[in-house]
Every structure is written in structure tokens, then in C-alpha cells.
């Protein structure tokens, strides 16, 4: 019974170092493809070939298998150890947002903070015997950094709406809501840029 155990227990063990190394990259697999610079890969050495099994099997990136240097694997001349974008080319190291990454291979190339809100839309809704004025107002942010993102939005509706009953739209919005003859005359025009 002990001995079956070790046997099960052997060949499990067998099974999932052969499904890692199945699934591991082949250095192969780095040329032509998006796969990341510091994408660990491994290389057939001395003569052995993927085909033979690969018993002799030495691990390197995608950067060293496209023939960059160790220290630098995107080979823009920025040691790893200080390139802001270790695996895309940016020799100017470039970073208008003052964050830890350079503008090459950041998500966000801004600094955004909130500044205002604006009116964007009086939104009319009708009910049986009276009808509702909704205020949507954008939530502004803008960025503060030297990257001179555009600005963002995010629109929200305000929760005090107004409930008007035998008047005329203007006038539920002039004298309920108190908004200008600009926008209440707009009523339903939407002009926001949020989502
Ligand atoms: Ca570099
Ligand atoms: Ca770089
Ligand atoms: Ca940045």
C-alpha cells in the first residue's frame, strides 16, 4: 500500500513538471511577438533541440533572446536598474507626469485632479399629471502636470430634481430650479462629457 502511494504520488509529481515546462516559453515564441522584454524563456543548449526533449535547457528572456544585453533588455542604452520603461525603447527617459514611468510605457500620462463642477443638461421627465426637472452637472478634473492631458469628465445627477405641476417648462425652471435663461431654454440639450 505504501509502496503504490509513493508510485501515485511519483508519477503526480511527473505530471506537473512536465505540464510547466510544457507550458513554459520557448525562446522561439519572443521574435515577432508582443511577448514583454523581461519575459523569462528558455533556449536549447550544447546541441540539444526542442524536438529531442531539450534535457540541456538554459533560461534567459525575451530582451536577451532578441539579442539586447542582459542590463539593458530594450537596449536603448538605460541600464534596467534605472530605465523608467525597462522593456519599451525611450533613450529620453521622458516623464511629463513626475510618476515613476516614463511616458513610453505609462497608462496614464497626467495628473489629474478634481477642479468644478458645471451644469451639462435640465433633463425633462414626464409623469401622469405632473412632470420633473432633472439637473445633470459634469465633475471636472484637469491635469496638473506639465503633460497637458485634456480634461476629464464624470456626470452625475443632482437628486434634488424639481416636480412641477400646470406650468410651463420654462417656468418650473426659472422659478423651481432658479437656473438661467440659457439653460432653460435647453431644456433636454445635452452637453455632457462624462459618462
Ligand atoms: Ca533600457
Ligand atoms: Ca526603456
Ligand atoms: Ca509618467
Excluded at 505530471?15 to 536549447?44: E, R
Excluded at 515613476?100 to 451644469?119: M, R
Excluded at 456626470?155 to 438661467?180: G, H, K
Amino acid at each position: 500500500m505504501r509502496k503504490s502511494l509513493l508510485t501515485l504520488l511519483a508519477a503526480v509529481v511527473c505530471a506537473i513538471l512536465f505540464t510547466s515546462v510544457a507550458a513554459a516559453q520557448d525562446c522561439g515564441q519572443c521574435y515577432g511577438s508582443s511577448l514583454s522584454c523581461d519575459t523569462p524563456c528558455w533556449v536549447c543548449m550544447g546541441g540539444d533541440t526542442i524536438d529531442g526533449g531539450c534535457s540541456n535547457m538554459e533560461w534567459i528572456t525575451c530582451g536577451q533572446a532578441r539579442g539586447n544585453p542582459e542590463n539593458d533588455l530594450d537596449s536603448d542604452g538605460v541600464d534596467n536598474s534605472v530605465d523608467n520603461c525597462t522593456c519599451t525603447a525611450n533613450a529620453s527617459q521622458a516623464n511629463c507626469d513626475g510618476d515613476g514611468f516614463g511616458d513610453a510605457c505609462d497608462s496614464v500620462n497626467a495628473n489629474y485632479v478634481y477642479s468644478h463642477d458645471e451644469l451639462c443638461m435640465i433633463d425633462r421627465d414626464t409623469h401622469f399629471g405632473y412632470f420633473e426637472l432633472e439637473r445633470h452637472f459634469d465633475r471636472v478634473y484637469v491635469d496638473t502636470s506639465s503633460c497637458h492631458a485634456p480634461n476629464t469628465y464624470d456626470t452625475y445627477e443632482d437628486p434634488n430634481s424639481a416636480w412641477c405641476y400646470n406650468i410651463s417648462t420654462y417656468d418650473c425652471c426659472r422659478y423651481v430650479l432658479e437656473e438661467s435663461e440659457y439653460w432653460c431654454n435647453r431644456v433636454n440639450q445635452d452637453f455632457c462629457q462624462g459618462n
